[in-house]
């Protein structure tokens, strides 16, 4: 009997690292080995020699290092919960300054640090998006698109 595999969710790269997910996700999206069931007391996890039929499956995604990944795992007590959490990303806290150019220049000043204007944006690029931060350039800030160095 073949076990269908049921359609995914789009996976979003490593929330650490920003590796992409591989379309193999055979060393990636697993069960763990664990497994829970619901008791008076909350939930219960134990392996597999204590599991019985009905014990809910606990599964990993897992960015792989053998393919340039950071080794990064987040587990959940089903596959859904397990991509759910892979594919959250924490919210910038209220009141944060955006990251741009002027305020990385600020930053590497206090550092005592003097880059080019494009090494600049070509680190702010790069900050962006291993941390996923959509920011608007400030005027007259310049940034780095894939297409080339947009001076705003």
Not at 48 to 66: A, F, L, P
Not at 87 to 98: I, L, V
Request: hydrophobic share 25%; with cysteine; glycine share 10%.
């Amino acid at each position: 009997m073949t076990q269908s595999i049921p359609q995914l969710p789009e996976l979003q790269p490593c929330p650490f690292c920003n590796h992409p997910v591989p379309k193999d996700l055979s060393d990636t999206l697993y069960p763990s080995g664990g497994y829970w069931r619901e008791s008076e007391f909350g939930r219960h996890y134990f392996g597999i020699k204590e599991s019985r039929e009905g014990d809910g499956e606990c599964w990993g995604m897992n960015c792989t290092q053998c393919m340039g990944g950071c080794g990064a795992r987040i587990n959940g007590d089903s596959m859904e919960e397990a991509i759910a959490k892979w594919n959250t990303r924490a919210s910038p806290p209220r009141g944060m300054t955006p990251l741009t150019v002027t305020r990385i220049k600020e930053v590497l000043a206090d550092w005592e640090m003097e880059l080019t204007d494009t090494e600049l944006t070509l680190i702010t690029r790069d900050i962006e998006r291993a941390h996923g931060i959509p920011t608007p350039p400030e005027n007259g800030d310049s940034r780095v698109s894939d297409k080339g160095v947009d001076h705003g």
